[in-house]
């Protein structure tokens, strides 16, 4: 709600969530004054570690509110999710809304064309790649935020469910040199690490080593479905016919129509989920109104799952 500084910011990063007020809270290691007499950069306090800079930049807050009654409303809605510790079940709340209700709508999420973007967000609210930004491939920070989350929900005992529509992790020279595979591998590790219940639907695209991280049943996802118009393959059909046919391509007379011919013949024998579920990768190939009775009946099945890792003093954690 105030002024964080020095040591002190420690306190509230090692929490489980971080709320912050607009304009009035903020955080740093070192102040404005000193960051100016030191590097001789010039800085005001808002700008160097204000509420939107940790909430939209640095990853340290999870929440941006507008006032401090409002940040106490959320803290308290926070808390309501989760236990009181990680030996106390999660809360249940009764619903009257039947587990066995279709959800028409869910087939309007995805648009028919491959490449259009969409706000997942729309929908729901879980763990998911969101193609209306930068396409939904994974890059460092959304590497670092996922795995972050999963390991919240692990902890606490909440069951964990995965959108997937992702391209692969997002490529360059900047990301490869601040630590992709690194903060990638995060991901992996955290829903390898993690005990509760792992479910995912994979919704348009699953490709690569994108799609292993997602909960996929390499990294131990528990129950995996897929929409039947998914793309699920170790790349784009784009990518691979060039990968694949390249010098064949170049020498052909007409190499639009046979790199045409070539990407369908891609699409239809590897980018779909037929193969994932013939070997035992998926559980299921369901229509989208099916997803939400499917999943609950999934979730029934597995309540008071038990899970138990091997000895270890810590795990060691990917940078």
Known sequence: MGPCAGGAVYSPALTDFVV???QKSYMFVTGPKVVQKVT??????????????HAEKSGV????VKSEVEGLELARQILSYLPQNNCVEPPVVETDDTSGRRCERLREIVPEEANRP???????????NNPGVLAGVLDIDASRKAARFVRTCNAFGLPILSLIDVPGFLPGKEQEHHGIIEHGAKLAYAYCEATVPKRSVSLRKAYGGAYIVMSSKHVGGDFNLSWPDAEIA?????????ILHGKELRQHDDPERRSQELTDSYNESFANPSIAEARGFLDAVIEPAETRRVLLRGLHALIGKREELPFKRNGNVPL
Do not use: N
């Not at 001789?40 to 800079?53: A, F, H, M, N, P």
């Not at 969409?118 to 998911?128: E, H, K, L, N």
């Not at 170790?234 to 060039?242: D, F």
């Open 40 to 53: 001789s950069e010039e800085i005001d306090t808002e700008s160097l570690g204000g509420g939107r800079v």
């Open 20 to 22: 912050m007020v607009d």
């Open 61 to 64: 807050a999870q929440f941006l």
């Open 118 to 128: 969409y706000d997942v967000r729309a929908d729901i609210a879980v763990i998911a």
């Open 234 to 242: 170790v790349m784009g059909a784009g990518g691979a016919v060039e």
